[in-house]
């Protein structure tokens, strides 16, 4: 083939079982057709193949190796983000169920550890309310109390309604003279 060709010929071909890259170029001189010889060239192609199947070999490992970090990194990172979010669902359940003293402890330093510090801010404010609360119901309890042993003492007949017209209190002298049960 190459001694028959009239233009530059590149072909793969075997030498002693070693790829061989064989380029025949024919030699004409200007302005003659006929060909006044050949220029052949074989090169080993060897080398190269192998060079690129480690190249390959390289490239699938650092393939490999960028799919398992961004995996790793993946996991990280989702972790980073649902670990306070369930200290966060943690702390919630436990103020709903009244303990009012769990404190969400999360060092993240971005949002979400300003929603614990708010969380824990409001679960401070509701516990300082209810406990202000239950010594208003005490004083107001105690007022009652003292109020209906008044009311029992007395020995006049006393009543109170409301707008509605409904009795809201009335003493057992006053339920006496009204003859209603008591």
Do not use: C
């Not at 192998?50 to 650092?62: A, G, S």
């Not at 119901?137 to 209906?148: A, E, G, P, Q, R």
């Amino acid at each position: 083939k190459a001694m028959e060709a009239k233009e530059t010929l590149v072909q793969e071909t075997f030498v002693s079982k070693e790829r061989v890259l064989d380029i025949a170029a024919p030699v004409f001189i200007k302005g003659y057709d006929t060909k006044w010889g050949l220029v052949r060239v074989g090169l080993s192609v060897e080398g190269m193949y192998k060079e690129i199947f480690r190249v390959r070999i390289i490239l699938t490992l650092i393939g490999f190796g960028a799919v398992l970090a961004g995996v790793l990194g993946s996991i990280i990172l989702s972790r980073r983000v649902t670990n306070p979010i369930e200290k966060l669902v943690k702390g919630a359940m436990a103020v709903a169920g009244g303990n009012m003293d769990y404190k969400i402890d999360i060092k993240t330093r971005d949002e979400i550890e300003g929603l614990a510090n708010n969380f824990n801010y409001m679960t401070n404010q509701i516990r300082t309310h209810r406990l202000e609360l239950e010594e208003q119901l005490k004083t107001i309890l105690s007022f009652k109390v003292y109020n209906d042993n008044i009311l029992e003492s007395m020995g006049d007949g006393l009543l109170t309604i409301n707008l509605s017209k409904e009795i809201v209190t009335i003493n057992k002298f006053g339920a006496h003279l009204l003859g209603l049960d008591m």
